[in-house]
């Protein structure tokens, strides 16, 4: 999508192991998000942004921690991964999250064997 | 608690007719409201929002309805494309006015 850009794309890792993902927006856009989306279980909120090092936690936030140093940059941290854990991470980034609509990035595959 | 939900995990209608996909909501002072369209490999693509103040809005081919009364959400797409075939998700923003919270989700198949 255009203005939001998830790496890697595809991951696979072991369990145990630090994972980062990135999300990365050219908006300018105030409010950052990572969603998580497993099959029945639609999306799920894991952390958010609303500014430069302001966060707040979501509804699966256990075993993630975010960090944003930049207004452009969005980190998801798996310290130690897990199989359950294994899913696609959806970034999205809002100016007005009560008033318009998220644009979301393209997603993060991620695999913890 | 603030959740969201759909009625139906799966739709599938034929070319040309009209599909409703219902979603129910539990939080009554939500006051925005989202239907997100998602393809196959792709991210979560915004079809259009409603807020708690209108009962109805149109876009192209969609219209959102809003009941506010029993908490229902409903997309209905009119002379309905394989194109659209995607799961569609209803989405109500938290309390807090910072985030969004989404359904399961309604897979809509359409056959030709």
């Known amino acids: 999508d255009a203005g939001i850009t998830q790496s890697p794309r595809h991951k696979v890792t072991e369990t145990g192991t630090p994972v980062t993902l990135r999300c990365h927006q050219t908006?300018?856009?105030?409010?950052m998000y990572w969603y998580r989306q497993d099959p029945g279980h639609g999306l799920r909120l894991i952390h958010y942004?609303?500014?430069?090092?302001?966060?707040d936690k979501g509804e699966v936030s256990d075993g993630y921690s975010v960090s944003r140093s930049k207004t452009e940059d969005f980190l998801l941290t798996l310290e130690s991964a897990t199989s359950s854990q294994t899913s696609v991470y959806f970034c999205?980034?809002?100016?007005?999250?009560?008033?318009?609509?998220?644009?979301f990035g393209s997603g993060t595959r991620l695999t913890v064997v | 608690g603030e959740s969201v939900g759909l009625h139906l995990p799966t739709l599938s209608v034929q070319e040309g007719d009209n599909s409703i996909i219902n979603c129910a909501y539990s939080?009554?002072?939500?006051?925005?409201f989202i239907w997100y369209k998602q393809e196959s490999g792709k991210g979560p693509q915004f079809i259009i929002d409603?807020?708690?103040?209108?009962d109805k809005r149109q876009g192209q081919r969609v219209t959102v309805l809003l009941n506010k009364t029993v908490k229902h959400l409903s997309l209905q797409i009119a002379a309905t494309q394989p194109g659209d075939s995607a799961v569609y998700f209803c989405?109500?923003?938290?309390?807090?006015?910072?985030?969004?919270?989404f359904g399961k989700g309604t897979t809509l198949s359409v056959s030709s």
């Open positions: 999205a980034i809002s100016d007005r999250p009560g008033l318009e609509g998220y644009t």
């Open positions: 908006e300018n856009h105030r409010y």
């Open positions: 942004s609303y500014g430069v090092k302001d966060t």
């Open positions: 939080n009554s002072a939500s006051d925005y």
């Open positions: 409603i807020r708690s103040n209108m």
């Open positions: 989405a109500e923003i938290n309390q807090a006015g910072t985030a969004l919270i």
